[in-house]
């Protein structure tokens, strides 16, 4: 199953763009990657996801790298609702189970 | 769309009692279910898959027998922490797949349980 690694913590200004990075160095070519957030005690939130292409929504961007071993998710004009652990995920191949990393500490800061 | 609700968001119980929590999802049909756990500053463990109409599948460590799952349907799945100790105090998720789009995961907003 691949994994994902990611920085224990970030800081980022209020208003300025908060670019997550992701290794998934082990992703398999049919494998998605997908970003979820977890405020303090509460359950996570899909964001985005994405194979190979770039995405967007209204709550962030994907870059995926051509060869897919990393990705780095934006959210474009960070707010201190943004504060929370955002986590990476490679869908174990052939489930649907998703295998959480240690995930990314996002402090936005006034 | 795609909500998922757990019930209740919180509970205490008393150490040897069990404890059942619900998982619904209000919006959409889920074959399969998942159960996570949480501890402080830690991240989710995937405990087990809940499948719709059969036994659930436990990863490796859990107990099966301590952590009964039954999904019943395609919109109910249920987690119960039997002879509930201090350890299993903890913060308790479970998440509904979808059959539409990629196969994303919707998850509910956590239980949190405490045995004295």
């Known amino acids: 199953d691949a994994k994902t690694t990611q920085p224990p913590s970030m800081d980022c200004a209020e208003g300025r763009a908060a670019n997550l990075p992701c290794n998934h160095s082990?992703?398999?070519?049919?494998?998605?990657v997908y970003w979820y957030r977890q405020i303090h005690s509460q359950g996570p939130q899909y964001i985005i996801h994405?194979?190979?292409n770039n995405e967007t929504n209204e709550m962030a961007s994907l870059i995926i790298t051509e060869d897919r071993k990393s990705s780095t998710l934006i959210l474009p004009h960070a707010t201190l609702r943004d504060t929370a652990v955002y986590y990476c995920?490679?869908?174990?191949?052939?489930?649907?189970?998703?295998?959480f990393g240690t995930g990314t500490r996002l402090k936005v800061l006034a | 769309g795609a909500v998922v609700s757990q019930h209740p968001s919180w509970v205490i119980c008393k150490s040897g009692t069990s404890v059942k929590i619900e998982c619904r999802s209000l919006?959409?049909?889920?074959?399969?279910m998942f159960w996570y756990r949480q501890f402080p500053k830690q991240s989710l463990m995937l405990m087990a898959t809940?499948?719709?109409?059969?036994?659930?599948?436990?990863e490796q460590g859990v107990e099966k027998d301590k952590f009964l799952i039954n999904h019943a349907s395609l919109t109910l799945s249920t987690l119960t922490v039997t002879s509930a100790h201090p350890e299993d105090s903890s913060f308790y998720i479970c998440?509904?797949?979808?059959?539409?789009?990629?196969?994303?995961?919707?998850f509910g907003p956590g239980t949190r349980l405490t045995v004295l």
């Open positions: 995920i490679v869908r174990a191949s052939g489930t649907y189970k998703y295998i």
């Open positions: 919006d959409f049909q889920a074959t399969t």
């Open positions: 998440s509904a797949h979808g059959t539409s789009g990629d196969n994303e995961q919707f």
């Open positions: 994405g194979l190979k």
């Open positions: 809940s499948n719709e109409g059969s036994k659930a599948t436990y």
């Open positions: 082990t992703i398999s070519g049919n494998e998605y």
